[in-house]
Structures are given as C-alpha cells and as structure tokens.
C-alpha cells in the first residue's frame, strides 16, 4: 500500500483548497476511502468517508464545506474544502476506511490562518 497525499498550504479564513491522495498497491475500486486529520498536540480524527457506490459522510463540522470525491480510474480520492476555519488547521492523510495495518502517509499541512 502506498498513499501519498497533497495539495495542502496557507489559506486565509474562509479560502478554499484542494487535497489529493494518490493510492497504489491495492484494488483502489473495491475500497471504502476516507480522509483524516491531525490538529497539533491532538489525535487523529476522521474527516470524511466515501464508498465504492459514492455514498459520503462527513464528519459533523465539516459538513457543507467539505467535499469527499474519488476518480477510480486514476486510483485517487480528493478532499474539496470550502470555507475553511482556523479550526481545520491540521495536517490531513487519506486512507483505506477501516484500515488496522497501522500504514499512514506522509501527509500533507493545512494551514488556516490571516
């Protein structure tokens, strides 16, 4: 498995970014896939999930503003973040929904501040 994220940076309050994971080493298709995010000094918490059906959920802040997309043909799932809060400042990984290997990418910074 490999998992390599982007598209992370410096956004101003209420500015818009979007993330991209590249997946490699699995059957992306037949995966649920989700994104997660990690606040300095706090755990890793779940931001989004969408299903092989492209049914999504969001986690409760997050809704109407992010945005949880794949393109199966090019074994990537991407995070749409509208405006964005200080609050969402974090670094965000992408991952198979569900995985126990204890595998993460490098991730990638968003940094949301005036």
């Known amino acids: 498995v490999q998992l390599v994220e982007s598209g992370g940076g410096l956004v101003q309050p209420g500015g818009s970014l979007r993330l991209s994971c590249a997946a490699s080493?699995?059957?992306?298709?037949?995966?649920?896939m989700a994104w997660y995010r990690q606040a300095a000094g706090k755990q890793r918490e779940w931001v989004a999930t969408?299903?092989?059906?492209?049914?999504?959920t969001y986690e409760e802040s997050v809704k109407g503003r992010f945005t949880i997309s794949r393109d199966n043909a090019k074994n990537t799932v991407y995070l749409q973040m509208n405006s964005l809060k200080p609050e969402d400042t974090a670094v965000y990984y992408c991952?198979?929904?569900?995985?126990?290997?204890?595998?993460w990418g490098q991730g990638t910074q968003v940094t949301v501040s005036s």
């Open positions: 991952n198979v929904y569900g995985n126990t290997s204890g595998y």
């Open positions: 080493g699995f059957t992306f298709s037949n995966k649920y």
């Open positions: 969408i299903t092989i059906l492209l049914t999504t």
